[in-house]
């Protein structure tokens, strides 16, 4: 303070200035430290390391597109291998087994409606 109790404004002034700028330049710093590790994170937990379980469900879902298993064993169903299916639709040709569904019969044009009258005054 200077003679008198009046406060020093130039030097407040400036010492406020600096205070933003250093609070911008540390908030500017720790977020792109943020974005940093959080990307090294993801490359950590999901690039680096292909998981065991992933490997093996993926073998499993190949494996049963590509092999014959039952579906309903009771009731006489096999599941085929896609490559099989792909070459009966082709043999086929496209046609399904179930019978075609007709198309929904025409609906009769709607009937205008009069407008409502309008108030009388």
């Known amino acids: 303070m200077r003679e008198g109790g009046e406060p020093n ?11 933003a700028i250093v609070l911008f330049v ?5 977020q792109a430290f943020f974005y940093q590790q ?12 292909a998981p065991q379980e992933l490997s093996q ?6 494996g049963e597109l590509h092999g014959y298993r039952w579906v309903d064993e ?8 896609i490559g099989r ?13 179930w019978p075609p569904v007709p198309p929904p019969p025409p609906s009769p044009p709607a009937a205008p409606t009069a407008a409502p009258a309008a108030p009388k005054r």
């Open 9 to 19: 404004t130039p030097l407040t002034a400036l010492v406020g200035i600096v205070f």
């Open 26 to 30: 540390v908030v500017v710093f720790l």
């Open 38 to 49: 959080q990307r090294a994170e993801n490359a950590r937990k999901v690039v680096a390391v």
């Open 57 to 62: 469900l993926v073998s499993q879902q190949l």
């Open 74 to 81: 009771k009731a006489g169903v096999v599941a085929i291998p």
């Open 85 to 97: 299916a792909m070459e009966l639709v082709v043999r086929d040709g496209g046609r399904s087994p």
